[in-house]
């Protein structure tokens, strides 16, 4: 099924389905034979941060000590196979880069025939070290632990009491608020010290923060899916840049730590230095671009965004419900509640309060 919620279920019920499908479809992928694609691996990995964003939803209603225990299985599984993921992402960072520049070119000059050739020596150095192959061994022991965990999903809830009428605030409302409370103050921190001044961490937290709420935001998409949309699109464009200026940003440290070779002049010096500032203004759009967008994603208070969403779920509860009286020959169904969509500032006040 899609990663998203059936509303017509309890969240008691569809939390623990969601991850068992996401969880099968990270089995399915490392079981690939002969060996999983670089492809297969990348989709593992998003799925099992789609995980991770899942068990982050649901921190209002889950133990505190059984989450902390999914989520670092969850996250060790992910960086198990980051190595044969991260040198396909710099060969990808290095070829847009590369098609940049030649759009750019009006005629090839010397120098820029020299920073060709010093592209294509990185990518090679690059192309040799990529791990096309995980150990079948380490494969073998992550899907057997992974069928653990989808066993353990089924419990995630034990113990749990749902007070009357709290469904949404015990499942999703906790969970979701501190989502978007955690990537609000990352934008916080970048215009408190100047996004110029930021770190290559800082960016990269901040598209992890969007990320994890990219995934919980589709998984409530059906309950309205119009104005979800709409952010959804808006997020997808900012983990896209952040992700751009993530693998660009690994790339300028692999460069930096590339080391000199004797038979080097100055003239290879200053194609190292001229393709560093190609790649350091590339990183400067990009994260003017994601600056930009992140204002608008995070221009709501936390609370005011968490009980914007709630007042959706509780109307699309209202709407099924009349449908069903309807359906039953009651007609009186009442009329919908009334839900109010934000005011889009262009540029929220620096602070986050609730």
């Given at each position: 099924m899609a990663f998203k919620f059936d509303i017509r279920e309890s969240l008691r019920r569809e939390?623990?389905?969601?991850?068992?499908?996401?969880?099968?479809?990270?089995?399915?992928?490392?079981s690939e034979k002969p060996q999983p694609s670089a492809?297969?691996?990348?989709?593992?990995?998003?799925?099992?941060?789609?995980?991770?964003?899942?068990?982050?939803?649901?921190?209002g209603s889950i133990n505190g000590e059984v989450r902390r225990r999914e989520n670092v299985f969850f996250r060790d599984a992910g960086r198990s196979l980051s190595a044969a993921r991260d040198s396909q992402a710099l060969l990808e960072a290095l070829q847009r880069?590369?098609?940049?520049?030649?759009?750019?070119?009006?005629e090839t000059t010397p120098k820029q025939q020299s920073i060709h050739e010093f592209i294509e020596k990185v990518r090679g150095k690059i192309e040799q070290e990529r791990i096309d192959r995980l150990p079948r061994e380490m494969l073998r022991?992550?899907?057997?632990?992974?069928?653990?965990?989808?066993?353990?999903?089924?419990?995630?809830?034990?113990?749990?009491?749902?007070?009357?009428?709290?469904?949404?605030?015990?499942?999703?409302?906790?969970?979701?608020?501190?989502?978007?409370?955690?990537?609000?103050?990352?934008?916080w921190q970048l215009e408190m010290i100047g996004e110029e001044n930021a770190s290559d961490e800082t960016w990269h937290e901040l598209r992890k923060c969007a990320k994890a709420l990219g995934y919980q935001l589709r998984l409530l998409r059906p309950i309205w899916p119009g104005p979800i949309n709409v952010l959804l699109r808006e997020i997808d464009q900012l983990t896209d840049r952040l992700g751009d200026d993530h693998d660009l940003a690994v790339l300028r440290s692999r460069i930096l730590n590339e080391p000199y070779?004797?038979?080097?002049?100055?003239?290879?010096?200053?194609?190292?230095?001229?393709?560093?500032?190609?790649?350091?203004?590339?990183?400067?759009?990009?994260?003017?671009?994601?600056?930009?967008?992140?204002?608008?994603?995070?221009?709501?208070?936390?609370?005011?965004?968490?009980?914007?969403?709630?007042?959706?779920?509780?109307?699309?509860?209202?709407?099924?419900?009349?449908?069903?009286?309807?359906?039953?020959?009651?007609?009186?169904?009442?009329?919908?509640?009334?839900?109010?969509?934000?005011?889009?500032?262009?540029?929220?006040?620096?602070?986050?309060i609730g």
């Open positions: 939390i623990p389905r969601i991850a068992r499908e996401r969880i099968d479809r990270v089995i399915e992928s490392l492809d297969s691996i990348h989709e593992a990995r998003k799925d099992l941060k789609c995980l991770r964003a899942v068990l982050r939803l649901a921190r880069l590369s098609r940049r520049r030649r759009r750019h070119l009006q022991k992550l899907v057997q632990e992974l069928r653990g965990a989808k066993r353990r999903a089924g419990l995630w809830f034990d113990g749990t009491v749902l007070q009357p009428g709290n469904e949404w605030g015990t499942f999703v409302g906790t969970g979701l608020r501190r989502t978007y409370r955690q990537g609000k103050n990352v934008v070779s004797p038979s080097e002049n100055q003239d290879s010096a200053d194609t190292r230095h001229i393709f560093l500032q190609s790649l350091d203004r590339q990183r400067r759009k990009l994260q003017l671009e994601s600056l930009h967008l992140a204002h608008r994603i995070y221009v709501e208070k936390p609370g005011q965004f968490e009980h914007r969403l709630a007042a959706y779920w509780h109307a699309w509860k209202f709407k099924s419900h009349a449908k069903n009286r309807r359906k039953a020959g009651n007609p009186n169904d009442g009329a919908l509640p009334e839900v109010h969509e934000p005011h889009r500032q262009a540029k929220p006040q620096p602070g986050v």
